[in-house]
Structures are given as structure tokens and as C-alpha cells.
């Protein structure tokens, strides 16, 4: 019995409510599957068969390399190119949206947002995947009831930072079942938990079934008390298949194929040693003796486990605890609206932007130690500025010093936001693929809210910098001229949080890291600084248009020499440039405008917004 290691609100299956949405049994016929092009084509999977039945808790077992994951992915429709073959949902042909709707699929690493806390995660995706059809009582009853199901009640308000790893695994399976789905897959499920963790996943998942869901998921190397949970075992070597049937049908098939299970010896573990080939040249036999998956193999001599409800003393639970355990019915209906007819997302636009930013706010607000070294950095770094350029805003002998730095201002406000945001979004990456795959909200949702949730520290981090840098360097006393500036810097500021979002979504993070650092000095080349503009030559000039950096600077030259200001003081006897005006003839500035400065920031800043979209689009649609 399993009742010393199942958590107390694990479901007896005589308790649990069918699955409200319609049974959907899962078949498919010889799929082939390759990767590569031309000679370097590599066939995965070899006109592969096999049904999967709603009700049963479906195994996909096989050695490493095997095609196990690449038929999950297939089934799960992640995979969608280099296949053949059909893939059919109820003896019909599969479609692929209304098959997105009904299905979820739980990853093999727990990809969470690690500052929140469970209950919060529950009701985000609640809100996100039940939309406004449900109301918020009926969302809290089914996160209530999830939660107890799953044995997390008593962890509802930890962080997940804080969850074991058996716990994260729960909470991963419980919130796909929000919103009910009909199929769930399981990349192995079991990975990274212990012997104990992996029987109370797998027994979850087994009373999932039981409630009228189809079940599937891959496994690795499964002790035999873990294997005996399972209805159905369907097992892959080198991209074909070897044995589906019960799993207390896998020693009798090997048996008749004159491979000898040795006694008291896990049967998976003999399994997976002659899929290995230690047992000789035996994979043509066992594919034949099973058709390659299109024959279900069945001793007579051994029960099948029935995929109805089994009573409280076989799951081995006693009566005190099914007053202790809740039921699946605590889930949603599905609506009565057709599946094909339903929206992809739940949520309208605005709920899962309003979600999705309050989501972000707490994970941001919570990662104390990021926020605090960010805006640490900007104190620190605007004292040893202020020190190092002390006074010499009015001075005209300092004049070439003090465009320095109003270029270096330009410089680290951007990098400063930049450098962040690269880390940080290619880390939530792994997250977005995980929800975005299961339909919890759409692509322009998702970078809406990023870009939303960062606006304010984008304003709050360069007034932060920019006060104590204007006043202790000694730039013109003029609220206007600092407030012209002030907007150039946090248009600087959200220019660099634009690239991150861009370069963290297109690469991975050792790439992100490099390009978007090195990226940015042909940018900054042109900013007008290193050479004016009427020095470029002619073929040349109009990559000028294409530097945000030019605009940047320009509009921070404007502000704070333009405008008819006052001539300079001069510490020097003599000193060149002491009228504002003939110093901004010395960069080609005479005929420049503040306000087409700006313009070409913003166009600029929804350039970049736009291209961090597509790539991001393009990057999930190719994940796996």
C-alpha cells in the first residue's frame, strides 16, 4: 500500500467526478518523424503507432535518445514540422487549435516565477485561463479546491523559492488543471524527485486519469512499485515501437519473444536493457510482434486495471482519510460553447495585460537585491560623476570636458537599463514558453506588460542620477533646461531597456550578454561626438538616421546650450568658446531641433519595440 507516502489530499478515486469535457482518446498512425536537411537528415521515428485511451495513466518509456520526447512533443502538438503520418483525436483527423484548447503540457523542469507565492500563482492563472465566464468566487473555490487536492494548502502561502521539489512538481501539474483540460502530458514528471516525491506525483496523475482524462506521460528509468501505478505502457527503441499494452503484460510479451524477465528483477529495467541491445539483435522481432505500435499486446492471464474509479482500498487510503481529501469536481465546467468556437485565450486582452502586470509587479518588487543594486549603482555612479566633473557646467575652459559628460550621461543611463533587462528576460524566457505553450494568454499580452512593468524604474532611475549629477557639476540653474534634459534620459533609458527585451528574446544569454554590449558602439559612433556630421562622408550619412545615440545627443546638447544662454564664465585667461552658440556651431548643431530629436528617439523606441516582438514571436514558434 502507498498510503504512508501519498500526501492525505491525494483523491481516492471513488470520490472523484468524471471529467466534465468530453473524453478524448488519442491515436495515431505511422508517424514519421525527421531532423536536419539533406545528408544531414536524421530519422527520429520510424512509422510509429499507438492508441492512448481517455482513463488510463498512459507510460512512454525508452532509452535515452530513443524518440520518446520527440513523440510526446509530436502528440502534444509542439512539433509540427518534418512529421508524417496522422495524428487522430477520437478516430478523427487531429485539429490543431481545438486540440491546443483541450490539452496541456507540463514540462520536465519546473520553469516558475520563484517570488510568488502558490495561492498567488493559482489565482493569476485562475483569472487567465477561466477568463471573465467564471466568477471570482467560483475561481477561489477552484483554487481552493486544487490546492487541497494537491496537498499544498499548507503550503499556499510560501514563495516558490521555498517549495521542495516535489511540491514545485504539484504545483506545475495543478496549474494546468485550472481550466480543466481533457488531455495532459507529462515530460518526465518524475525527474529530479525523490523515490518518495515520484510515487505521490504519479499517484496524482493516476487519479487524474481516473476522472476521465487522457493521461500521458514519459518516464525514465521507473522502479517497478512506480511502474505498477500505470495502466498502459508503451515503450520506444530507436524511433519505433517494441511493446504497448499493461504493464503487467510487459514480462508475458517479453516471454513470448523468448526474453526472459530474471525473477524479483524490474521488468522496466529489463525492458530498457533490451531496447539497449545487451540482449542481442532483438528490436526487429519485438516491433514485428507488436506491428510497430498498432496492435495492443494483452496476456489474458493477467487483470487489466480497469480505467473506472477503484475503491478507497485499493488506492490504500481508509476512511479517516477520505474525510480528509477533496474532489476534482471543484473544477470548472467546460463551457457549453463549442471547443472550435471558443476564443484561444480565455481572458480578454485587457484582463490578461491587467494579470500579467500585477504578476510582474510582485515578482519585481520581491527581487529586493536587483532592484536595490540597480538603483545603488545609479547613486554611486552620479557621486563619483558629480566629484569628477565638480563645477564645471559654467565653465568655458571645461567646456569639452562637460560634452563628455553630457555623452557619458547618454552612455550609462541606457547601459544601466539595458544590461538588466537582458538578464533578467532571457531567465523568464523558460516561463513564457512554458504558459505561452498552454494558452494562458497571447504573445501581445505578455510583452505589453513587460514593457509596462518597467516604465517606472526607467523614469525613477535617471531622476535619480540626473539630480546630483546636474547640481554638483554645476549645468545651467534652469528648470526648464533640466527638465529638456531629464526626457532625453529616460527616453535613453527606455531605448535601453528596448534592446535588452530585444536581444534577450532573439539569444540565449552568453549571446545576449555580448551582442547587446557590442551592438551598441557603431550606435554610439554616430552619435556626433567621435565625428560631426558634416564630417561623414556623403555615402555615409544617412546611417546617422538609423543612431538613436545622435538624437540622444543632440537633445542633451540643446538643452543645455541652446536657447539664448548667457556667455560662459572662463577660469582661463582666455577661453574660445564662451558664447554657447558658436560652441554648438563646432558640432553642426546650429540647425538641430529639440523636438525632432525627440522624434527620432521615439520612432526609434518603437523600431526597436516592434523588433523585439517579431523576435520573440519567431523564437517561440521554433522553440522546440
Given amino acids: 500500500m502507498d498510503s504512508e507516502i501519498l500526501p492525505s489530499a491525494v483523491l481516492t478515486a471513488s470520490k472523484i467526478k468524471s471529467h466534465d469535457g468530453a473524453s478524448f482518446n488519442l491515436s495515431f498512425n505511422d508517424l514519421n518523424y525527421s531532423v536536419g536537411k539533406g545528408r ?44 508524417e503520418g496522422q495524428v487522430c483525436v477520437n478516430g478523427a483527423q487531429r485539429e490543431f487549435k481545438t486540440f491546443r484548447k483541450e490539452s496541456a503540457y507540463v514540462t520536465q523542469k519546473d520553469h516558475l516565477l520563484t517570488n510568488l507565492t502558490v495561492d498567488e500563482y493559482f489565482i493569476a492563472a485562475a483569472h487567465l485561463k477561466l477568463g471573465n465566464n467564471v466568477s471570482n468566487k467560483e475561481k477561489i473555490s477552484t483554487v481552493k479546491n486544487i490546492l487541497k487536492t494537491l496537498g499544498l ?32 502530458f507529462l515530460d518526465e514528471p518524475t525527474s529530479g524527485l525523490d ?61 513470448v519473444m523468448d526474453l526472459n524477465c530474471p525473477s524479483y528483477h524490474n521488468p522496466a529495467d529489463f525492458a530498457l536493457d533490451v531496447a539497449s541491445g545487451e540482449y542481442g539483435e532483438v528490436l526487429e522481432k519485438l516491433i514485428s510482434g507488436i506491428e510497430n505500435g498498432r496492435n495492443i499486446y494483452h496476456d489474458s492471464s493477467v487483470p487489466t486495471s480497469s480505467a473506472s474509479p477503484r475503491d478507497s482500498q485499493d488506492t490504500g487510503f481508509s476512511d479517516d482519510d477520505e474525510e480528509q481529501v477533496t474532489m ?30 500585477g504578476r510582474t509587479w510582485k515578482t519585481i518588487w520581491r527581487e529586493k537585491i536587483l532592484s536595490a543594486m540597480r538603483l545603488a549603482l545609479h547613486v554611486v555612479v552620479a557621486m563619483l560623476v558629480g566629484l569628477l566633473y565638480w563645477q564645471i557646467g559654467d565653465d568655458a575652459a571645461q567646456i569639452f570636458n562637460n560634452v563628455g559628460l553630457v555623452f557619458f ?38 510583452y505589453l ?114 536657447y539664448d544662454r548667457a556667455p560662459l564664465a572662463c577660469s582661463d585667461s582666455y577661453c574660445h568658446f564662451r558664447f554657447p552658440e558658436k560652441f554648438l556651431e563646432q558640432f553642426d548643431l546650429t540647425q538641430s531641433s529639440y523636438s525632432l530629436s525627440i522624434v527620432g528617439l521615439v520612432i526609434n523606441y518603437v523600431v526597436i519595440r516592434i523588433a523585439g516582438y517579431l523576435a520573440l514571436r519567431f523564437k517561440l514558434r521554433h522553440v522546440r
Fill in 40 to 83: 544531414k537528415t536524421k530519422k527520429v521515428l520510424h512509422k510509429i503507432s499507438g492508441s492512448f485511451k481517455s482513463g488510463q495513466l498512459t507510460a512512454i518509456l525508452g532509452p535515452s535518445g530513443a524518440g520518446k520526447t520527440s513523440l510526446m512533443n509530436i502528440l502534444a502538438g509542439l512539433k509540427k514540422s518534418g512529421i
Fill in 153 to 184: 494548502t499548507s503550503s499556499q502561502y510560501k514563495r516558490v523559492s521555498c517549495l521542495s521539489g516535489g511540491e514545485r512538481k504539484r504545483l506545475s501539474i495543478g496549474l494546468e488543471l485550472i481550466d480543466n483540460p481533457s488531455l495532459l
Fill in 195 to 255: 523515490s518518495s516525491s515520484s510515487l505521490q506525483c504519479v499517484a496524482l496523475l493516476r487519479e487524474i486519469a481516473r476522472s476521465g482524462r487522457t493521461v500521458v506521460a514519459t518516464i525514465h528509468q521507473p522502479s517497478s512499485r512506480l511502474l505498477s501505478h500505470f495502466d498502459h505502457l508503451y515503450i520506444v527503441a530507436s524511433g519505433s515501437c517494441i511493446y504497448q499494452g499493461p504493464v503487467g503484460s510487459l514480462v508475458s510479451y517479453l516471454k
Fill in 328 to 357: 476534482l469536481e471543484g473544477l470548472p465546467k467546460k463551457s457549453k460553447v463549442g471547443t472550435a468556437h471558443r476564443p484561444l485565450h480565455a481572458a480578454p486582452f485587457h484582463m490578461q495585460v491587467t494579470v500579467l502586470l
Fill in 409 to 446: 550621461n547618454m552612455l550609462f543611463i541606457m547601459a544601466a537599463a539595458m544590461m538588466p533587462t537582458v538578464l533578467t528576460f532571457t531567465l523568464d524566457m523558460e516561463v513564457l514558453i512554458r504558459e505561452h505553450l498552454n494558452q494562458w494568454y497571447s504573445l501581445k499580452a505578455y
Fill in 449 to 562: 506588460a513587460k514593457t509596462l512593468a518597467d516604465i517606472p524604474f526607467q523614469i525613477i532611475f535617471p531622476i535619480v542620477y540626473l539630480v546630483p549629477v546636474y547640481f554638483m557639476t554645476n549645468q545651467p540653474m534652469s528648470l526648464e533646461r533640466f527638465g529638456l534634459l531629464l526626457v532625453i534620459m529616460i527616453w535613453m533609458s527606455l531605448l535601453g531597456q528596448g534592446l535588452g527585451l530585444f536581444f534577450g528574446a532573439t539569444f540565449d544569454i552568453q549571446a545576449a550578454s555580448f551582442l547587446a554590449a557590442t551592438s551598441t558602439v557603431p550606435i554610439f559612433l554616430l552619435s556626433g561626438l567621435f565625428i560631426t556630421f558634416n564630417s561623414i562622408p556623403s555615402p555615409l550619412r544617412w546611417l546617422t538616421y538609423f543612431s538613436f545615440a545622435r538624437y540622444g545627443f543632440e537633445g542633451s546638447m540643446l538643452s543645455i546650450y541652446a
